[in-house]
Structure formats: C-alpha cells, structure tokens
C-alpha cells in the first residue's frame, strides 16, 4: 500500500479552479482495499474490471469544467466565490431545482443513463442534510456543525462520495442486535476520546471503488437493541481497514466494444463493504447510535428526496436510450411502418413520457419548505413505485419486437472481419438500410443493453432501484392527500335527494 504521507489527496483544494478528469483519475491511485477474485487491485485506474468506468466517471468531470458548460454545471460557492458542480447546489426555488435537473441529464446523457450513482447522486443526499441541520442537531449541536463542515468540503473540493446504507443479507428474521455475531452488521465496537471504531459489513456500495468517500448510514428500520448499528458517518476508500468485495465484473468478460458496446465501458461496480475495525474521528461522524435520526435523516429532511431527483433525471434519460434503441431497430428491420409495431412503441413512448412528466411535475409543484425546495413527495415516490413494474415490461416488449434478431447475430466481430465468413456477412447479415456490420452493431448495442448479464444486472437494479417496490408504494400512501380524496366521496354521500 502507497505510505500515507504518498498518497494524493482526494481533490483539489477548495477555491481553486473546477475538478478535471485527469486530476480525478490520480487520485484513485490511493491504496484502497478494493478485492477481486481473491486478490487485491493493484490500481483501479488500470485493472480491467473498473478502469474504463472509472474514465467514463473523469469524463463527467471533464463535461463539468468545460467553460462552454459554465453557466449549466455549476454555481458560485458561497464559501469560496470559485465555481463547483451544481448538484451541490441546495435549492430555494423552482428554478434552482430545474437547473439541477439540466445537470444530471447532461451527465446522464454522458452515460445513457447507465451509471446509477455517479457523484451527483450521493450529493443530494448531502444537500438535504446541510439544508435540515437542525434533524442532525437533536443528537448533539456538533453532529449538525459536522455534516454541514463535510457537505462544504463536498462541495468546494468536488468529491465523490458514494454509500453503503443496507444491512446484509444474513439472517433478516432478526434484528441486527441478534444476529449470531453482533459484528456481523456495520456498527460501533469502540469509543474512544476521538473518535470511534466500526466493525462488520453492509451493502451496497455502487460505485464505490470508484470514489473518494464512504458514507455508512442505514436506511432499514432499526428496533430497541440496534443502537450500536444507528450510525451516520463517512470515511476516506483508503481508510486503514476498509474492504471493498466487487462483485463479479462484466467489462472483463468483454472481448472487445464492438460486441459489448456497454457492458466494455459502464460498468461502474457495485461492492460489499467490510469495515474492520475502522477508525472514524468524531468530526466524520453525524448520527452516533441514535435509531431516532437514523431514520429522520431520511424523511424528515429532504436528502432522499434530492438523491432520487437525480435518480429520476437518470431513470428518464436511459428510458430515452431504450426507446431509441426500439426505433432504430424497428427502422432499420423497415417494421416501423407497421400497424402493431407503432401500437407497442406508442404504448412504449406513453410509459417513457408518464415518468419524464412525474419528473417535471415532481419538480414544478415542489413546496418550500424555510427557504428551502422539496421535491414533491407524492410525485416522486409514485414514479418511483412503477419504475419497479413499467420497467420489466417495457424491457419484455422490447423482446418481443426483435423477434429471433438476438440469437441469430454471429458470434463475435472476428465473423464480419475473417476472410471465410465475411462474404456470407454482408450478404445475409444486412439489412435494407445499413450493411452487415452496421446491423449487428445495432443488435449488439440492443443486446448489451436488454439481454446480456450487464442488462440482466440493470433490470434487476432498477426493480429494486428505491427498495422493495412495496415500502415506495407505502411512502405514497403516507403522503397522499387522503383529505381531499374521501372530501369528495363525502360531499358525494351529502348530496340531497333527487326530487322525482
């Protein structure tokens, strides 16, 4: 491991100019602790399981500092007057969550919408935090002082944080306090004077080997006996102690991008989080075994509101990719200008715009809330709730417009390339608006997207993208204006006698 006093810091100091790409990429070069295939990664800017989504992320960073994008990527630090990335941006008014709008969906256009938790989306999370201080406060003044101190730091030196906020998966008949080893789930095992030290595991770190910050929190209802698990906190990657688990990565299957198009360059990664017995000094620690704010800080502020805005910007996008995808296979097949064909991409195009319409209603009638804008509560969590079915069925429409196009694709591009197959290529292969290799590109493309286990692992992300489908739909049940609905079957029940 690179000494301590080696190891490049996590981002340029705060007032300088906006973060690059090629400064993002250095810093991954810290020493963290990231496994894969029983073995530690030397460098994940190099390895090929996490190095081209680790450049699609300097990307971003790049898009954000280009001055061409000033007006739409960034703000002005209050603290530092230096431009940095909107998304840190707490917003006031309508248009302030508008234009955050306009900057996740340039960098999930960047990405087709892809990458899930790119670093604009823990950063909302945070925006809501340091917007409620005083949620954090009712543990103690400087808890609220310490997650406000570290949003700025967020802010002004652009980091990317991702999370770890589920318990694992061990034994969920029993609470966290009960299972067979207490250290099992992340939790406090010591304190001391400055600090305190975490020890067990959680899920699911997205992104997190490609980031520069943890946050440990929990977003699974805790019970009397959980204290010791009721934690929010962040911690450097590098931290002395901290594991990251990979699982199993699809850009290394990848033979080459022609035949995974996706798969070769956005698989950003999703890790299991093995804390042992990391340090975490007090001011990196925001809820200390607190069950109360452990669950306030995600309802009673608007953190996970601002996270899944930027989830649903993302969400929108990819759903603009699917269905670009669907056209231009339908074009180029020349099945566009057939009656059922046009019925199932109206029905496709009538889902899409259901969800980009959730999005800007979420947004136009958010409400202020002490100066501060809350997307609306009702609006997103019900888009949210269908994600989890529409998405499924969108997919398995798509499937069925393509017919048998998927399994009859050649083998690999070394077929359109060898001089014993690429005469039956072009000749058989083709279609009537592009030659053999621009059609299998397509097919390729659609494949990686819809049915190759890099499209598996996006549908069953998005199926599970805001929890269990069922506690969503129990956030809208919470927050839907019930009053008004049985208001109305009252006045219908108090309507006089219709006289004969």
């Keep these: 491991m690179t000494p301590p006093q080696a190891r490049p810091t996590s981002a340029r100091p705060a007032g300088e100019s906006l973060r690059t790409g090629a400064e993002y990429l250095r810093s991954l070069k810290d020493g963290r602790h990231v496994m894969l295939d029983g073995e530690r990664v030397a460098d994940v800017t190099e390895h090929p399981a996490f190095r081209e989504a680790a450049r699609q992320v300097a990307r971003l960073y790049d898009i954000a500092a280009a001055p061409e994008n000033r007006e739409r990527m960034t703000f002005t630090s209050p603290k530092t007057g230096a431009p940095v990335l909107r998304a840190y941006q707490i917003p006031a008014t309508h248009a302030d969550l508008t234009a955050r709008r306009l900057f996740h969906e340039t960098w999930a256009e960047a990405t087709f919408g892809l990458m899930g938790r790119t670093p604009d989306h823990v950063a909302g999370f945070?925006?809501?935090?340091?917007?409620?201080?005083?949620?954090f406060a009712a543990g103690g003044k400087?808890?609220?002082?310490?997650?406000?101190?570290?949003?700025?730091?967020?802010?002004?030196?652009?980091?990317?944080?991702?999370?770890?906020?589920?318990?694992?998966?061990?034994?969920?008949s029993k609470p966290a306090h009960k299972q067979s080893d207490p250290a099992l789930y992340a939790g406090v095992?010591?304190?001391?004077?400055?600090?305190?030290?975490?020890?067990?595991?959680?899920?699911?770190?997205?992104?997190?080997?490609?980031?520069?910050?943890?946050?440990?929190?929990?977003?699974?209802?805790?019970?009397?006996?959980?204290?010791?698990?009721?934690?929010?906190?962040?911690?450097?990657?590098?931290?002395?102690?901290?594991?990251?688990?990979?699982?199993?990565?699809?850009?290394?299957?990848?033979k080459n991008s022609f035949d995974h198009p996706l798969s070769s360059r956005f698989d950003e990664s999703d890790a299991y989080v093995v804390f042992d017995d990391v340090f975490v000094p007090w001011e990196q620690v925001f809820i200390y075994r607190n069950p109360e704010i452990s669950r306030d800080q995600w309802w009673k502020t608007p953190a996970h509101l601002l996270g899944n805005h930027q989830a649903q910007c993302r969400y929108v996008t990819k759903l603009r990719f699917m269905l670009g995808l669907a056209q231009r296979m339908n074009e180029m097949t020349g099945n566009i200008a057939a009656p059922p064909v046009q019925v199932a991409m109206g029905e496709l195009a009538s889902l899409a715009s259901i969800f980009e319409g959730m999005l800007l209603a979420h947004e136009a009638i958010a409400p202020i809330d002490n100066g501060v804008l809350w997307p609306h509560r009702t609006t997103l969590y019900s888009a949210m709730a269908m994600q989890s079915e529409f998405n499924g069925r969108m997919l398995e429409m798509i499937r069925e417009l393509a017919g048998g196009a998927f399994i009859t694709l050649p083998s690999s591009l070394a077929?359109?390339?060898?001089?014993?197959?690429?005469?039956?290529?072009?000749?058989?292969?083709?279609?009537?608006?592009?030659?053999?290799?621009?059609?299998?590109?397509?097919?390729?493309?659609?494949?990686?997207f819809i049915g190759s286990e890099f499209g598996s692992r996006h549908q069953q992300y998005e199926k599970f993208y805001g929890g269990a489908s069922f506690l969503v739909k129990t956030n809208v049940f919470r927050h839907y204006d019930w009053k008004r609905a049985t208001a109305l079957v009252d006045r219908a029940l108090a309507l006089p006698p219709v006289e004969g």
């Design 415 to 448: 077929d359109l390339e060898s001089p014993q197959t690429a005469p039956d290529m072009e000749r058989y292969m083709r279609s009537a608006s592009t030659d053999a290799r621009g059609r299998v590109a397509l097919m390729r493309l659609l494949w990686d």
């Design 142 to 172: 400087h808890f609220a002082d310490n997650v406000v101190r570290f949003y700025e730091r967020m802010r002004d030196e652009h980091l990317y944080v991702s999370y770890a906020i589920v318990p694992p998966q061990i034994d969920r």
């Design 189 to 254: 095992v010591k304190e001391r004077d400055d600090g305190i030290v975490i020890r067990g595991a959680q899920q699911l770190a997205t992104g997190g080997a490609l980031s520069d910050w943890l946050q440990l929190a929990c977003i699974h209802p805790l019970q009397p006996g959980d204290e010791n698990y009721a934690n929010g906190l962040v911690v450097p990657i590098d931290a002395p102690g901290l594991k990251l688990y990979s699982r199993r990565p699809f850009a290394t299957m990848a």
């Design 126 to 135: 945070f925006c809501g935090y340091a917007a409620t201080p005083d949620v």
